[in-house]
């Protein structure tokens, strides 16, 4: 194939009439064999050279040899060089060579198989890592089956206290850990923050997607019992629409309570104890105190009305930094079924309270405030009736919604404080009154006995004077 292709370079010449005689040939001509094509132009290159009309002479008389024969002549030398290192590399080699190449290729092939080897290994590993991924993925997508549609804590139709603490511990706890262990920190994404110190951030649920995590941190104008008492479930009507516009009402379904002193005593032992003089007045005992309730919302712009079955739990402050907690958990019990008229929506929400320093400005009480919940407006449970609300609405607007919400609850307790100021000082005032009252009764009583006793000791002489005497006597 070497030789043909060599052969066939030789034939192509820059000379018309070499183009013209190699196409006019090729029409009359069959297709020869390699080596007549070699005898063929070996001839024609002898009738070429011995011709004397393919000299051609300069002006100078001296002769100048033609492309015709130049070109050719290069092109069959490369073609016989070729021809040799083909040929020669194709003989037969020396048997000490062949002892050489043999070592070489026993070699080789010990190379090859450590590489053939190796590669099994790879493939192997690559596999088993594939499987284990593969593996890894079909069971978080299982458990995300079986837990993106848990909405609120299952609990008997006898409900008892234990169940319901135990509910809002599990909750507590993870919300806990979710809002301030240091490995949690940097997966939290800021959607919102002010320079007066709101910050609203969103945590992605790692097996419901639908139903993040929200956390909003702010510093609150007021004490740490204020700001307790405002977020506190019989205040709800009164506050809860500052912070809630869709607010309807609150209806109560039961009180509990349950000894939660087992439980610290525990803790205590785990952990260091700080006192805290401002708890002594609030918490009296170790009884955490739980409220059943249920809320209800208007409608939500085009969507239908909400409501929320859940526990309310004013928890027992932590032994270890002194942080209030209280929280509610969305319980889902056959005792108290979905209402016509409402689509059952679900929220757990943890509230963290901790006390400031005051504020060095204006030297009134603050108390850091941090609340980590999930909401899903949907009716999302395994027999739940939806509700369409689109939940990508919710995670784009919570940031400005959370913001103004907080805003609201800092007006508010700016406003029952003062509120609670001017009631303190007319109280003042009223109880001064009433006590300056009370001496000037006193001072005119003392007026008018003074000129009585005289009167009535007076030992004037008249008509029935012993009759009087006598009575003075007895009295």
Same mark, same amino acid.
């Given at each position: 194939?070497?030789?043909?292709?060599?052969?066939?370079?030789?034939?192509?010449?820059?000379?018309?009439?070499?183009?013209?005689?190699?196409?006019?040939?090729?029409?009359?001509?069959?297709? #020869?064999?390699?080596? &007549?094509?070699?005898?063929?132009?070996?001839?024609?290159?002898?009738?070429?050279?011995?011709?004397?009309?393919?000299?051609?002479?300069?002006?100078?008389?001296?002769?100048?040899? &033609?492309?015709?024969?130049?070109?050719?002549?290069?092109?069959?030398?490369?073609?016989?060089?070729?021809?040799?290192?083909?040929?020669?590399?194709?003989?037969?080699?020396?048997?000490?060579?062949?002892?050489?190449?043999?070592?070489?290729?026993?070699?080789?092939?010990?190379?090859?198989?450590?590489?053939?080897?190796?590669?099994?290994?790879?493939?192997? *590993?690559?596999?088993?890592?594939?499987?284990?991924?593969?593996?890894? =993925?079909?069971?978080?997508? *299982?458990?995300?089956?079986?837990?993106?549609?848990?909405?609120?804590?299952?609990?008997?139709?006898?409900?008892?206290?234990?169940?319901?603490?135990?509910?809002?511990?599990?909750?507590?706890? #993870?919300?806990?850990?979710?809002?301030?262990?240091?490995?949690?920190?940097?997966?939290?994404?800021?959607?919102?923050?002010?320079?007066?110190?709101?910050?609203?951030?969103?945590?992605?649920?790692?097996?419901?997607?639908?139903?993040?995590?929200?956390?909003?941190?702010?510093?609150?104008?007021?004490?740490?019992? #204020?700001?307790?008492?405002?977020?506190?479930?019989?205040?709800?009507?009164?506050?809860?629409?500052?912070?809630?516009?869709?607010?309807?009402?609150?209806?109560?379904?039961?009180?509990?309570?349950?000894?939660?002193?087992?439980? +610290?005593?525990?803790?205590?032992?785990?952990?260091?104890?700080?006192?805290?003089? &401002?708890?002594?007045?609030?918490?009296?005992?170790?009884?955490?105190?739980?409220?059943?309730? +249920?809320?209800? /919302?208007?409608?939500?712009?085009?969507?239908?009305?909400?409501?929320?079955?859940?526990?309310?739990?004013?928890?027992?402050?932590?032994?270890?930094?002194?942080?209030? $907690?209280?929280? /509610? $958990?969305?319980? $889902? /019990?056959?005792?108290?079924?979905?209402?016509?008229?409402?689509?059952?929506?679900?929220?757990?929400?943890?509230?963290?309270?901790?006390?400031?320093?005051?504020?060095?400005?204006?030297?009134?009480?603050?108390?850091?405030? /941090?609340?980590?919940?999930?909401?899903?407006?949907?009716?999302?449970?395994?027999?739940?009736?939806?509700?369409?609300?689109?939940?990508?609405?919710?995670?784009?607007?919570?940031?400005?919604?959370?913001?103004?919400?907080?805003?609201?609850?800092?007006?508010?307790?700016?406003?029952?404080?003062?509120?609670?100021?001017?009631?303190?000082?007319? =109280?003042?005032?009223?109880?001064?009154?009433?006590?300056?009252?009370?001496?000037?009764?006193?001072?005119?009583?003392?007026?008018?006995?003074?000129?009585?006793?005289?009167?009535?000791?007076?030992?004037?002489? +008249?008509?029935?004077?012993?009759?009087?005497?006598?009575?003075?006597?007895?009295?």
């Amino acid at each position: 194939t070497i030789l043909h292709i060599i052969i066939m370079l030789t034939t192509i010449t820059p000379s018309r009439n070499r183009l013209d005689h190699s196409a006019t040939q090729s029409s009359t001509t069959k297709l #020869e064999s390699p080596k &007549s094509m070699c005898r063929s132009h070996t001839n024609e290159m002898k009738e070429t050279l011995s011709d004397k009309s393919s000299v051609v002479y300069n002006k100078d008389g001296t002769k100048k040899r &033609s492309s015709m024969i130049v070109v050719p002549m290069a092109w069959i030398t490369c073609g016989l060089f070729l021809f040799v290192f083909a040929t020669l590399h194709g003989m037969a080699l020396p048997s000490s060579s062949f002892a050489i190449v043999s070592n070489g290729t026993s070699s080789s092939n010990k190379v090859l198989t450590s590489l053939s080897a190796w590669r099994r290994r790879k493939n192997s *590993a690559m596999e088993n890592k594939e499987e284990e991924e593969a593996q890894a =993925q079909a069971q978080a997508q *299982a458990r995300q089956e079986t837990q993106k549609k848990e909405r609120g804590k299952q609990i008997s139709a006898s409900i008892t206290a234990e169940e319901l603490y135990e509910a809002y511990t599990q909750i507590r706890d #993870e919300y806990n850990d979710k809002a301030f262990h240091p490995k949690s920190e940097k997966s939290w994404n800021v959607l919102k923050s002010t320079s007066d110190g709101i910050e609203i951030s969103m945590l992605h649920h790692a097996s419901d997607p639908n139903c993040p995590y929200v956390r909003m941190k702010a510093i609150m104008p007021g004490s740490i019992q #204020e700001t307790w008492e405002f977020l506190e479930l019989k205040n709800w009507d009164k506050t809860m629409p500052k912070m809630d516009p869709f607010y309807e009402g609150l209806e109560t379904l039961g009180t509990y309570s349950i000894d939660a002193s087992a439980e +610290r005593k525990r803790v205590s032992k785990n952990k260091a104890v700080t006192a805290n003089k &401002s708890t002594k007045h609030v918490f009296r005992d170790d009884k955490v105190q739980m409220i059943l309730a +249920r809320k209800r /919302t208007n409608r939500i712009l085009a969507f239908g009305k909400r409501d929320f079955t859940f526990v309310s739990v004013s928890d027992l402050p932590r032994l270890e930094d002194n942080v209030w $907690v209280s929280g /509610t $958990v969305s319980v $889902v /019990t056959s005792k108290f079924p979905r209402q016509k008229g409402y689509t059952r929506a679900f929220q757990d929400s943890v509230a963290f309270y901790e006390e400031l320093p005051l504020n060095e400005q204006t030297g009134d009480e603050q108390t850091s405030l /941090t609340i980590v919940c999930r909401i899903d407006l949907n009716d999302s449970s395994d027999d739940g009736q939806g509700g369409f609300v689109p939940m990508w609405i919710y995670a784009k607007t919570i940031g400005l919604s959370g913001v103004l919400s907080i805003n609201n609850m800092r007006k508010e307790l700016v406003r029952m404080k003062e509120e609670m100021r001017s009631m303190k000082i007319i =109280q003042e005032e009223i109880e001064g009154q009433s006590k300056k009252d009370d001496d000037d009764d006193d001072e005119r009583d003392g007026q008018m006995r003074i000129p009585l006793v005289p009167w009535v000791k007076s030992g004037g002489r +008249r008509e029935g004077s012993n009759v009087a005497d006598n009575k003075d006597e007895s009295i």
